[in-house]
C-alpha cells in the first residue's frame, strides 16, 4: 500500500501524457531510447529525461547489449484504481441532459476531424524526414570521417543534447564519440555551450 506521499508522486508521473504513452509502449517490449523517440514522435531529449524520472522512481529500469546500449523495460507496473466518492446530501446541478449530450458529440466530432488532420500532417512531416536522414547518410562521407559523426549529427538536428544524452543515443564508446564531437567542432559543424552540444550557425537554419 503506498503512502500518501508515493501516491502523490505516481499521479504526478502518470499526469503527463508522454509518461504514460511510455509506459504503455514498455508494456509491449522493452525499447531503446531512439525506438521510443521515434514510436511516439518525441525528441530523444525530451525522452531521456522522462526515463531518468521513471527510473529514479522505480518504475523503469534499463540493461545494456552488446554494444553497451541501454534498453529499458518496466521494473514495477502501474495499476491505479480511482473510486469516486459521492457526499450524503449533495445535489448535482440539473440541466438539460440533451443539450449537453448533443453538445459533447459536436466536439468530440470537431476534434476527432483535427486529429485525423493532423495525423496525415504528421506521417508527411514524418517521411520528408526520414528522407532527409537517407540524404545525409548518403552525402555526409564527403565531408566526415565516420558513422559516428554522421549519427551525431542526427541527433543534434532533433535538439540540442549533453554528452551524456549523446550517448544514449549513438553507438559508440565515450572516448570516441568525444573525439568525434571534438573534430565536428574543429569542422564548425557543431559548437559546444556548456555541457550543451549543438548544431552551429548555418547548420542549424
Known amino acids: 500500500m503506498l503512502d500518501q506521499l508515493e501516491a502523490a508522486r505516481i499521479l504526478d508521473i502518470l499526469g503527463n501524457r508522454n509518461r504514460r504513452r511510455i509506459i504503455e509502449l514498455l508494456r509491449q517490449k522493452p525499447c531503446f531510447v531512439t525506438e521510443i523517440s521515434d514510436r511516439l514522435t518525441l525528441s530523444p531529449k525530451a525522452v531521456i529525461e522522462h526515463l531518468q524520472m521513471m527510473e529514479r522512481e522505480e518504475i523503469l529500469a534499463f540493461q545494456l547489449d552488446e554494444r553497451r546500449r541501454k534498453y529499458y523495460f518496466l521494473a514495477n507496473d502501474i495499476d491505479v484504481m480511482v473510486r469516486l466518492l459521492r457526499q450524503e446530501g449533495t445535489l448535482l446541478p440539473r440541466g438539460d441532459d440533451s443539450h449537453r449530450l448533443r453538445s459533447s458529440l459536436s466536439r468530440l466530432h470537431r ?3 483535427a486529429r485525423e488532420e493532423l ?78 552540444y549543438r548544431l552551429r550557425g548555418v547548420h542549424a537554419q
Open 111 to 113: 476534434l476527432v476531424e
Open 119 to 196: 495525423a496525415g500532417s504528421l506521417q508527411n512531416l514524418e517521411r520528408d524526414i526520414n528522407q532527409q536522414i537517407k540524404e545525409i547518410l548518403q552525402h555526409g562521407h564527403e565531408i566526415l570521417d565516420d558513422d559516428t559523426q554522421i549519427d551525431l549529427l542526427i541527433s543534434l538536428a532533433h535538439c540540442d543534447l549533453t554528452l551524456e544524452e549523446l550517448s544514449e543515443l549513438v553507438e559508440a564508446p565515450g572516448d570516441a564519440l568525444f573525439e568525434s564531437l571534438e573534430k565536428l567542432q574543429e569542422k564548425h559543424i557543431i559548437e559546444r555551450e556548456g555541457e550543451t
